[in-house]
């Protein structure tokens, strides 16, 4: 359908703002508050029947975050992360969908949002240098300019098994958990996943479970968690110095105040090796892969980190067949997304638990009662499908997104995306992505991330208002380069060693493109800070001035 054809169709008087906004998890929200800041209309479309966004719908028993309480949350207002305490060093989902739903209220941001509003299509009108934007409910809304801030892990993977439609029993999806309140006490419960939320997920199943199967295919490392109760001493001495440490913050590679070594892995003692990864175990959390500086960069470094998570799987597994199944060999740690568990490995020791391989038993089928791997039916009555999502750019395939000369972006990323600083997209004009392909997203504190981003095209959209631009857009050759750039980073680490979603390969039939920006933060917003000073470099930006069309070229 030619967009012309649908705007002509399509009610002329739809509600038509600034800036429409797709999504209102923390990016969406964000975005929001600083739109109303430069006095600009602006409305949220969101799917979801509140705010939140991924912590809406990842309700599953277990779901907490791996970033720390105290560094989880929005920097911009001093006020809010005084005000808010936070109950447990790493934050559950209840609780940080009760954050969202707190920031919501305390900046008057719901009477903007329109919820249960699932967005079909987003369609550029090149007459009028204006999007329109339709749900499937059949509203029509039009801006000016878009912002897609649909999340790096909101679209739910369900995996193609034969016989899965069969199945008499219940089947959750950890991505698509249901709101209502789920019973499985005393229940035969197969899940299928051992990613992150597979890691979170099954302890607690294996509490409830008459049962549990665990289907593996591959094993991956995870470091205890040590969550604890928040310590009051702790949170006092964040809040007494929030700014200098967010700003330190920024200046590490994933934008996460840590303890960062400096030294290669390799130029210690094993004794002085040893006693690091020792102190890191017992600390706990993702932070065990910055104990030296070349762990994602070198093998022979990486693996002195990967044999010592294995053995430590094999202390606390009892059977040694098991631990050997669960201790990850094909991949080099850290190259996946490290995971942080709360006994993840030590439930593998409980009578009622059962890990399947399905390297060596592949899973054939669903059927009514169970399902086949190898020549074994398992009898199961509740399947929990930790399976993981679309990444980065799952959400947005799945609206119609249409540029200019009717060219849809799934067209244009059919052989893996292409954007400038991960921001947009050349043939898209006034269309932002927040932590969109081609920038740190999913490597970072995702906050952080997204915090920059919106700030970057709030800053942007204050540009182009006070010269009455219409319209911005990446070039063509801008983006090639910075692609080209983002490629060359990821090849100088050893994140391509491994079949990750981070490359989209848990997607049957999407591209093998390594997606987010391995740069760190530092690098990346010195780079976008300085495209902005320097005239919004590798942007074509035009405007209307009576019957004259000026164009500006930067780039």
Same mark, same amino acid.
């Given at each position: 359908?030619?967009?012309?054809?649908?705007?002509?169709?399509?009610?002329?008087?739809?509600?038509?703002?600034?800036?429409?906004?797709?999504?209102?998890?923390?990016?969406?929200?964000?975005?929001?508050?600083?739109?109303?800041?430069?006095?600009?209309?602006?409305?949220?479309?969101?799917?979801?029947?509140?705010?939140?966004?991924?912590?809406?719908?990842?309700?599953?028993?277990?779901?907490?975050?791996?970033?720390?309480?105290?560094?989880?949350?929005?920097?911009?207002?001093?006020?809010?992360?005084?005000?808010?305490?936070?109950?447990?060093?790493?934050?559950?989902?209840?609780?940080?969908?009760?954050?969202?739903?707190?920031?919501?209220?305390?900046?008057?941001?719901?009477?903007?949002?329109?919820?249960?509003?699932?967005?079909?299509?987003?369609?550029?009108?090149?007459?009028?240098?204006?999007?329109?934007?339709?749900?499937?409910?059949?509203?029509?809304?039009?801006?000016?300019?878009?912002?897609?801030?649909?999340?790096?892990?909101?679209?739910?993977?369900?995996?193609?098994?034969?016989?899965?439609?069969?199945?008499?029993?219940?089947?959750?999806?950890?991505?698509?958990?249901?709101?209502?309140?789920?019973?499985?006490?005393?229940?035969?419960?197969?899940?299928?996943?051992?990613?992150?939320?597979?890691?979170?997920?099954?302890?607690?199943?294996?509490?409830?479970?008459?049962?549990?199967?665990?289907?593996?295919?591959?094993?991956?490392?995870?470091?205890?968690?040590?969550?604890?109760?928040?310590?009051?001493?702790?949170?006092?001495?964040?809040?007494?110095?929030?700014?200098?440490?967010?700003?330190?913050?920024?200046?590490?590679?994933?934008?996460?105040?840590?303890?960062?070594?400096?030294?290669?892995?390799?130029?210690?003692?094993?004794?002085?090796?040893?006693?690091?990864?020792?102190?890191?175990? !017992?600390? *706990?959390?993702?932070?065990? +892969? =910055? #104990?030296? $500086?070349?762990?994602?960069?070198?093998?022979?470094?990486?693996? /002195?980190?990967?044999?010592?998570?294995?053995?430590?799987?094999?202390?606390?597994?009892?059977?040694?067949?098991?631990?050997?199944?669960?201790?990850?060999?094909?991949?080099?740690?850290?190259?996946?997304?490290?995971?942080?568990?709360?006994?993840?490995?030590?439930?593998?020791?409980?009578?009622?638990?059962?890990?399947?391989?399905?390297?060596?038993?592949?899973?054939?089928?669903?059927?009514?009662?169970?399902?086949?791997?190898?020549?074994?039916?398992?009898?199961?009555?509740?399947?929990?499908? !930790?399976? *993981?999502?679309?990444?980065? +750019? =799952? #959400?947005? $395939?799945?609206?119609?997104?249409?540029?200019?000369?009717?060219? /849809?972006?799934?067209?244009?990323?059919?052989?893996?995306?292409?954007?400038?600083?991960?921001?947009?997209?050349?043939?898209?004009?006034?269309?932002?992505?927040?932590?969109?392909?081609?920038?740190?997203?999913?490597?970072?504190?995702?906050?952080?991330?997204?915090?920059?981003?919106?700030?970057?095209?709030?800053?942007?959209?204050?540009?182009?208002?006070?010269?009455?631009?219409?319209?911005?857009?990446?070039?063509?050759?801008?983006?090639?380069?910075?692609?080209?750039?983002?490629?060359?980073? !990821?090849? *100088?680490?050893?994140?391509?060693?491994?079949?990750?979603?981070?490359?989209?390969?848990?997607?049957?039939?999407?591209?093998?493109?390594?997606?987010?920006?391995?740069?760190?933060?530092?690098?990346?917003?010195?780079?976008?800070?300085?495209?902005?000073?320097?005239?919004?470099?590798?942007?074509?930006?035009?405007?209307?001035?009576?019957?004259?069309?000026?164009?500006?070229?930067?780039?």
């Amino acid at each position: 359908m030619e967009p012309d054809t649908v705007f002509q169709s399509s009610p002329r008087r739809a509600p038509s703002f600034d800036v429409i906004i797709v999504g209102a998890g923390f990016a969406g929200m964000y975005m929001l508050h600083l739109a109303r800041e430069l006095g600009l209309t602006a409305t949220i479309l969101e799917t979801a029947p509140g705010v939140g966004g991924t912590w809406f719908w990842n309700r599953y028993p277990g779901a907490r975050c791996d970033v720390e309480s105290m560094q989880y949350s929005y920097s911009f207002c001093e006020e809010l992360q005084q005000e808010w305490h936070w109950s447990e060093r790493y934050a559950s989902q209840p609780e940080i969908l009760k954050y969202a739903n707190h920031v919501a209220n305390k900046f008057d941001l719901l009477r903007d949002i329109r919820f249960n509003s699932r967005v079909a299509s987003a369609i550029f009108h090149e007459g009028e240098d204006v999007w329109q934007v339709s749900t499937d409910g059949g509203e029509h809304y039009r801006a000016k300019w878009c912002v897609m801030a649909t999340g790096c892990l909101s679209a739910a993977q369900r995996p193609n098994i034969p016989g899965l439609g069969t199945f008499k029993g219940e089947i959750y999806h950890t991505g698509n958990w249901p709101q209502e309140p789920v019973d499985l006490a005393g229940r035969k419960i197969g899940a299928i996943g051992t990613g992150s939320s597979g890691i979170q997920v099954v302890p607690e199943l294996a509490k409830l479970a008459k049962h549990l199967h665990v289907f593996q295919r591959t094993p991956n490392f995870s470091i205890p968690a040590r969550n604890q109760p928040m310590d009051s001493a702790y949170e006092a001495e964040w809040k007494q110095s929030y700014a200098q440490r967010r700003t330190a913050a920024r200046t590490m590679p994933a934008g996460i105040f840590s303890d960062i070594g400096t030294n290669s892995a390799l130029a210690v003692s094993a004794d002085d090796r040893l006693l690091e990864y020792e102190r890191r175990w !017992a600390a *706990g959390g993702t932070g065990f +892969t =910055g #104990a030296y $500086s070349d762990l994602l960069k070198n093998e022979d470094a990486n693996s /002195t980190a990967a044999e010592f998570v294995r053995k430590k799987i094999r202390e606390v597994v009892t059977d040694p067949a098991v631990a050997n199944l669960l201790a990850p060999v094909d991949h080099p740690i850290g190259s996946k997304r490290i995971c942080a568990d709360t006994n993840y490995f030590s439930t593998f020791n409980r009578q009622n638990v059962t890990l399947v391989d399905l390297r060596s038993n592949p899973l054939q089928e669903v059927s009514e009662n169970g399902l086949t791997a190898g020549s074994q039916f398992y009898e199961l009555d509740t399947l929990v499908l !930790a399976t *993981g999502f679309d990444a980065i +750019t =799952g #959400a947005l $395939s799945k609206i119609e997104i249409v540029g200019r000369q009717a060219l /849809t972006l799934k067209e244009k990323w059919r052989d893996g995306p292409n954007t400038y600083l991960g921001l947009m997209t050349s043939g898209f004009p006034n269309l932002f992505i927040v932590t969109g392909p081609g920038s740190p997203s999913v490597l970072t504190n995702v906050i952080v991330a997204i915090e920059d981003n919106v700030k970057w095209i709030a800053d942007c959209l204050a540009y182009l208002k006070t010269r009455g631009a219409e319209t911005i857009e990446a070039t063509a050759s801008a983006e090639e380069g910075w692609m080209e750039h983002v490629g060359q980073a !990821a090849e *100088g680490t050893l994140y391509t060693k491994a079949k990750s979603w981070y490359l989209g390969v848990n997607v049957p039939g999407k591209p093998a493109v390594f997606m987010p920006y391995v740069g760190g933060v530092p690098t990346y917003q010195k780079i976008c800070e300085e495209v902005a000073a320097d005239g919004y470099r590798g942007f074509v930006i035009e405007g209307r001035s009576k019957s004259l069309r000026a164009r500006q070229a930067v780039g």
